[in-house]
């Protein structure tokens, strides 16, 4: 049974930096590509990036460039959202999920952790 367990979230100041990670367990996912996003009050759920798990490429929504970064540690199976310069519009619960390399569709989901951005 696959899971995505993230933590990390929390309580920071505009300007702070946060790192979230993602625990994934249940099947081998060296040709899966794990992406995180967010979804703030009221908004529809938005993607932040992802990662492909077997050759480390990223890529990145416009408006994290620069700011936010993916990476993936193997042995440890993990998956982190280092978030830097946060600002209060990055408020937001986030997820992490997984595709196959061959869809676009994410087929599993975690339980979301959530980032707080004061002013």
């Known amino acids: 049974q696959v899971q995505l367990v993230e933590s990390g979230g929390g309580l920071v100041q505009a300007g702070g930096s946060l790192r979230l990670s993602c625990a994934a367990s249940g099947r081998t996912f060296s040709h899966y590509v794990l992406g995180w996003f967010c979804q703030a009050p009221g908004k529809e759920r938005e993607f932040v990036g992802h990662?492909?798990?077997?050759?480390?490429?990223?890529y990145y929504a416009d408006s994290v460039k620069g700011r936010f970064t993916i990476s993936r540690d193997t042995p440890k199976n993990t998956v982190y959202l280092q978030m830097n310069s946060l600002k209060p519009e990055d408020t937001a619960v986030y997820y992490c999920?997984?595709?196959?390399?061959?869809?676009?569709?994410?087929?599993?989901w975690g339980q979301g952790t959530q980032v707080t951005v004061s002013s």
């Open positions: 990662i492909s798990w077997s050759g480390g490429s990223t």
């Open positions: 999920a997984a595709r196959h390399l061959v869809t676009t569709e994410y087929t599993y």
